[in-house]
């Protein structure tokens, strides 16, 4: 069992910046692909982000592609997203998933992931 630990989320003026950053409990968190997504009131959860084990290979929502960069650091078993030019409608809880992968590959599905955050709620103001 891998536990997942969102940190980051916050209230921030639109135009801004905030980092969120996972924590996965697995020495082995180079075996697994990283994604994220966010859930707004009334709506359904939604991908934003994702990136293979390697790093190598990065994919983003349309919404939020160059705006928002994900990345990891295999060595620390840590995952981030740096969110910039933030806008009110990236209001929403963002939750930061894993799913064990033996390929190069990045995941946009959630029920590819096996495992979930708890998420974090990022708040942007007008």
């Known amino acids: 069992q891998v536990q997942v630990v969102e940190s980051g989320g916050g209230l921030v003026q639109a135009g801004g910046s905030l980092r969120l950053s996972c924590a996965a409990s697995?020495?082995?968190?180079?075996?697994?692909?990283m994604g994220w997504f966010r859930q707004a009131p009334g709506k359904e959860r939604e991908f934003v982000a994702a990136?293979?084990?390697?790093?190598?290979?990065?994919t983003y929502a349309a919404s939020v592609k160059g705006r928002f960069t994900i990345s990891r650091d295999n060595a620390k078993n840590t995952g981030s997203l740096q969110m910039n030019s933030l806008k009110p409608e990236d209001t929403a809880v963002y939750y930061c998933?894993?799913?064990?992968?033996?390929?190069?590959?990045?995941?946009?599905?959630?029920?590819?992931?096996?495992?979930w955050g708890q998420g974090t709620q990022v708040t942007v103001s007008s």
């Open positions: 990136i293979s084990w390697s790093g190598g290979y990065t």
């Open positions: 998933a894993a799913k064990y992968s033996s390929g190069t590959f990045y995941y946009i599905r959630r029920d590819e992931y096996d495992y």
């Open positions: 697995t020495r082995t968190f180079r075996s697994y692909a």
